[in-house]
């Protein structure tokens, strides 16, 4: 598929059309891609590469179901199937009758908008927790995948004369950037604003682990501020926010006469101003 802006697509167009093609018949990524391309009379143009977070969403909302087998053309593909949830899912956001072509059917993909599924993100139900503990099978099978769909598509090119240098070039170009696309895929299953925390710790670490000459003015710098301003605050502590260290120090008193701090008061006034204090206190 070229890559070309698709100004008419709704948000999720792609995912029905995936399911309108396996609503035809079970196929592998390649074959979908060669039938989108077929059926929708170019109105999707698009990397190769982007039908791939799109089957994992599906795959995730349990509207598809997928499994490794062995194509006619005896070569190893993940087959796609629709389920029983993503055929009533299809028929929900694009009403069809029998009278209703084919044809139309497709175009109804693109002019109709999505309703909205008060328990999905973007018209599809998600299920997060069941599927935490299966990622390494999910992201070994997707990159297998793309993998086998780049061969395919090359040696469909060398097929019709292309050389196999040229072909898988073309091959690569066509999928578009595999590295972004493979993560996108990824993001699908993992939990974002966390996971993304925790790799951005791991990449600092990774950095600080590279330039130990950087690392250790760092923390040399980090460690010489985190004592600094303990010892201030230790200051301020002692001198102002802590309490007098004497019995009952909020019973304490200046002693001021016509307004003014005297700089001495002799014993006798001392005595009667306690006198005059001591009933407020009691």
């Known amino acids: 598929m070229t ?13 029905m059309m995936i399911l309108e093609s396996l609503r035809r018949q079970p196929a592998h990524g390649y ?13 999707l143009q698009v990397e190769e590469g982007s039908l ?17 087998g062995v194509s006619s053309t005896n070569r190893r593909v993940r087959t796609y199937q629709i389920t029983a949830s993503g055929l009533r899912h299809l028929e929900q956001q694009i009403p069809a009758s029998n009278a209703c072509s084919k044809a139309s059917r497709w175009s109804s993909i693109r002019a109709a908008p ?11 139900p998600m299920n997060w927790i069941p599927n935490i503990f299966r990622r390494g099978k999910l992201y070994s099978d997707l990159s297998e995948e793309m993998r086998l769909h780049m061969e395919e598509r090359a040696e469909q090119l060398m097929r019709e004369g292309m050389s196999a240098k040229e072909a898988e070039r ?24 966390l996971e ?11 950095q600080l682990r590279r330039s130990p000459g950087f690392t250790i003015a760092a923390i040399f710098t980090l460690a010489l501020a985190i004592g600094a301003n303990a010892l201030v605050f230790g200051v301020l ?4 926010l802590r309490p007098l260290n004497v019995p009952h120090a ?21 005595s009667i101003c306690a006198i005059a204090i001591a009933p407020s206190t009691s």
């Open 250 to 270: 909020q019973s304490l008193y200046t002693i001021e006469r016509g307004g003014l701090k005297e700089q001495s008061t002799s014993y006798p006034t001392i």
């Open 170 to 193: 073309q091959a690569r170009v066509s999928f578009g950037n595999r590295t972004l696309l493979e993560e996108r895929s990824r993001e699908v299953w993992q939990w974002p604003t």
């Open 3 to 15: 890559k070309m802006a698709s100004r008419d697509l709704f948000p999720g167009a792609l995912e």
């Open 196 to 206: 993304s925390m925790w790799a951005d710790v791991r990449l600092a670490l990774r």
């Open 237 to 240: 502590n002692a001198l102002i």
């Open 114 to 124: 999505e309703q909205p599924d008060g328990d999905a993100k973007e018209g599809l």
């Open 52 to 68: 791939y977070p799109a089957l994992q969403r599906l795959l995730k909302a349990k509207l598809v179901k997928a499994e490794w």
């Open 31 to 43: 074959a979908l891609v060669q039938h989108i391309q077929q059926r929708s009379n170019n109105l």
